[in-house]
């Protein structure tokens, strides 16, 4: 898997010196699938919102109480129409995208480095201590500690739930059975918009962890290196 | 650089630890060794760490970068011009794989009685006037197109024919929805009224508000598409669109068109529907 660490050196004339290390912890598809998925997932964040604001509630349509005045400046489409192209068109970009990572996550074996499984749970309560209550740091040893992997695996989980969600939403009568598993079409579109911002929270908390880790950790997920990794 | 003790593998025999970049680990293309990147490092003592020159991890890094790029052909979607032409591609392959989802014998969900969203909370939806002022007395259906009997239909005719009623759910684009009861003609037996060539694609309407429609032939031959004159198992009121109008519970509401005052049978769409000519989707099947 990927991670495995190799020191950079450095040669002047015949002297060679250990200047740093490096690990390559983005395979290429990963990469493309991350900033692909960021692009998409905005536009589908944006014209969403746009088309909650036709009707911004999720009760009665006589008498209509609204839930929030989502503002049309922070919305993609301009209107429902609009919205709606953009949200139909999109869709099929971020499906592919995750069914493309997804498969390449599971035949090239990378899903271990990201997968959240039983070994990490011991893990996560450490991290959150060092996180949020200023706990000592446990120890690297691999790209993602426990509560990263716990983090992107759910959210995985969440990405896969939005397009299942979005699917009753859109074909509540071909897809019937999923439209009942969610309750019918009325709670199918309250499901839809949960999980959209269950991920706008897990994109909060990863802005932030991003900018806490700094420049390397960022520019590995753009050439797949990252230097002097901690583990 | 951490110190080599706090690696896992720190300790072990020589011949493990030069083995700490694992054969088997996928670097991409452009990191393999026979590429001169991981010159061995000769050093004193029994350890041989396998290193990579700063310059070359650099090159390799940009050359990395740019493989990331053709991300950036999304941008195309920020291109005015550009961006109106692919997103109408991107609604038509939507509309597309509505098509094939479609199923004709796939019926909607239908509720009991008790689900019945009340009719005073069922909306009124004009788009421009809740009563176009239907004289009911003059009131013919027009039928025109590949039709074996072409010419206008009272609506005493179309009441002939057996009545179907149906709870199902009317579902807004905007996003709400309403459980109504609709009652009417199977738009397909209509269409056997009138000899329709079943084998053409569409089925438009026109409505005495000026409003238009289109039905794809496989949504009308729909068995519960209704030529519905009846909600609440009364005659329909104006504003709901008396004396006739369409109940698709496979589609979305703006389909559904109310004061029908023409029906054609076509091959060819010069207009597709009020909504969909705006931007629209052209097939909206639920």
Known sequence: MSGAVIEITRTTGDEAETVGSAAYEHPLLVRLCHWANAISLFVMVGSGLQIFRAFPSFGAKIPQKDLLHWPKAFAIGGWLGGALQWHLTFMWIYIATGLIYLGYEFFSGNYKQVLFTHRDIRGVWPMVKHYFFFGPKPEVREPYNPLQKQAYTTVIGLGVLSVITGLAVWKPVQLSWLAWLMGGFHWARLWHFLVMWAILGFVFGHLVMVILHGWNNFVSMLTGWKKDPEY | ?286
């Open chain 2, 1 to 286: 650089m951490e110190s080599e003790d706090s690696k896992p593998d720190a300790g072990k025999p020589p011949e493990v630890d030069a083995k700490s970049v694992a054969p088997d680990t996928p670097l991409p293309e452009s990191a393999k060794p026979e590429d001169g990147a991981s010159p061995t490092q000769p050093e004193p003592g029994p350890r041989r760490i396998v290193g990579i020159d700063e310059r070359k991890l650099t090159r390799m890094s940009r050359r990395e970068l740019l493989r990331v790029a053709p991300v950036l052909a999304l941008g195309a979607f920020a291109v005015p011009g550009l961006q109106e032409f692919l997103l109408k591609k991107g609604l038509g392959f939507s509309d597309w794989a509505s098509a094939r989802l479609f199923r004709r014998g796939h019926l909607a969900p239908t509720f009991s009685d008790a689900e019945v969203t009340p009719f005073d909370k069922f909306p009124i939806n004009g788009y421009d006037v809740d009563d176009p002022g239907v004289i009911f007395e003059n009131w013919t259906l027009t039928v025109s197109g590949a039709v074996q009997k072409p010419g206008d239909y009272r609506l005493a005719q179309i009441q002939t024919l057996p009545r179907t009623r149906q709870n199902t759910r009317h579902v807004c684009v905007e996003g709400w929805d309403v459980i109504g009861r609709f009652g009417g003609a199977r738009l397909s037996d209509f269409l056997a009224m009138i000899g329709a060539d079943t084998s053409s694609r569409f089925i438009t309407v026109g409505c005495a508000d000026d409003y238009y429609e289109s039905l794809d032939m496989a949504t009308a031959l729909h068995p519960q598409t209704l030529l519905c004159w009846e909600m609440y198992d009364k005659p329909l009121t104006r504003e709901h669109g008396a004396p006739l109008r369409l109940n698709v519970p496979t589609k979305v509401g703006y389909k559904q068109a109310k004061y029908l005052t023409d029906l054609k049978v076509t091959n060819v769409l010069d207009k597709v529907g009020y909504w969909e000519d705006q931007g629209y989707s052209s097939f909206y099947g639920l």
